[in-house]
């Protein structure tokens, strides 16, 4: 089967693209955190895979003329809060088919109609820290001569942060590998872009100001592999029961379903008094979490209605640095982990910053291997 018999015609859909890139670099030629724009049609190999994919999962009637990613633009900015300006600009420029926007909030998702395109109705997703949409030059544009050929063509646009891309792309290199395709340098680049987020982590904790609500949690919320390696799923500030009798910073859902309490402390706040005890907030900190699993055990049923399969979940603390401790402290501090027993653990900022440098490097070994 050729792009003929499929009504496809590639040298057509390759000028749509060369157009297509230029406009949309010329339109966010003076936008702040653009990092690049990219762009790519469609195989004749992949059309074909889709087609027969989406005509054995329901829809048999599934055809070429319904496809809407044949031409995909992808812009990389350098952070998440340049998202949103990129998103508004493209979707001022262009008719809009379809809008998914992840931010990082709760997870649902709502429908509405866009009021500067009545006639079509458009989804926004809030999940993560990128945007997704379907577009077309629209009536206007179309109507201008070097573009009237490309008048009822569509586009996928997709608009992602760095660290966003990295983590797609560490994701696809996974498939790829399994397909023994080369992908040395396509995982070099992807830990380039985690070890940087690691790197201003550290730069934030180093300031003498840094507070932990204000600073470290919002960075944490947008870069849970530092939080954790692997979670199912991160709730931020998540309330036990009903009411707000309790928040936590965070609760993470592990691999393995199990749950873990997170509790944030001042990265400068000191694990040990002068005497060489425990100092208070670390044994405040282990007592607030204490009475978040007392209280989730005594409230098991309600909780599970909001927490599913939730048991008895384990605690964690990060408070202080080890580059504060000395070897005699370490010492102690492992020792009093080991006597908790798994059931609440404390570790430092550099323990947290460690873990996720190793689980970078653990996954770009596994890659190249």
């Known amino acids: 089967m050729s792009g003929d018999d499929l009504g496809i015609d590639f040298s057509e859909w390759a000028a749509f693209q060369d157009t297509l890139k230029r406009l949309v670099e010329f339109i966010l030629g003076d936008a702040r955190g653009i990092v690049s724009i990219q762009s790519r049609v469609k195989s004749l190999e992949a059309i074909k895979a889709k087609i027969h994919r989406r005509q054995h999962q329901g829809r048999p009637d599934y055809q070429p003329t319904d496809l809407r990613d044949i031409l995909g633009i992808r812009i990389i900015v350098a952070d998440e809060e340049h998202v949103p300006a990129t998103l508004e600009t493209i979707r001022s420029e262009f008719y809009v088919h379809e809008a998914i926007a992840y931010v990082p909030q709760d997870g649902r998702s709502t429908s509405f109609s866009d009021s500067r395109h009545p006639n079509v109705h458009v989804r926004e997703r809030f999940v993560g820290d990128s945007a997704h949409l379907v577009i077309s ?133 000191r694990l040990f008094n002068a005497n060489g005890d425990f100092s208070a907030l670390v044994n405040h900190a282990q007592r607030q979490v204490e009475d978040w699993q007392q209280w989730i055990e005594e409230n098991l049923s309600l909780v599970q209605k909001h927490y599913p399969d939730m048991l008895a979940p384990m605690g964690r603390v990060v408070i202080g640095r080890s580059r504060d401790l000395s070897q005699a402290e370490k010492v102690k501090l492992a020792r009093r982990n080991v006597t908790m027993r798994g059931r609440i653990e404390i570790i430092t900022y550099d323990e947290l910053i460690r873990h996720a440098k190793a689980f970078v490097d653990s996954v770009q070994r596994s890659i190249r291997t």
Not at 155 to 184: D, F, G, H, W
Not at 222 to 249: K, M
């Open 137 to 269: 030059l629209g009536s206007k544009r179309s109507a201008l001569p070097e573009y009237a050929r490309f008048g009822a063509f569509l586009a996928e646009v997709q608009i992602r942060s760095a660290y966003a891309e990295a983590i797609s792309e560490m994701e696809s290199l996974a498939t790829a590998k399994a397909n023994n395709l080369p992908v040395a340098a396509a995982a070099e680049r992807a830990g380039v872009e985690l070890n940087r987020k690691i790197s201003e982590f550290v730069a934030l904790l180093n300031r003498s100001t840094i507070h932990e609500k204000r600073d470290i949690h919002p960075f944490l919320d947008q870069n849970h592999f530092i939080l954790h390696p692997n979670p199912n799923e991160v709730f931020s500030e998540a309330a036990l029961g009903l009411g707000t009798q309790y928040r936590i910073d965070f609760l993470i859902r592990q691999a393995d379903g199990s749950y873990l309490l997170v509790e944030l402390e001042n990265p400068g706040a």
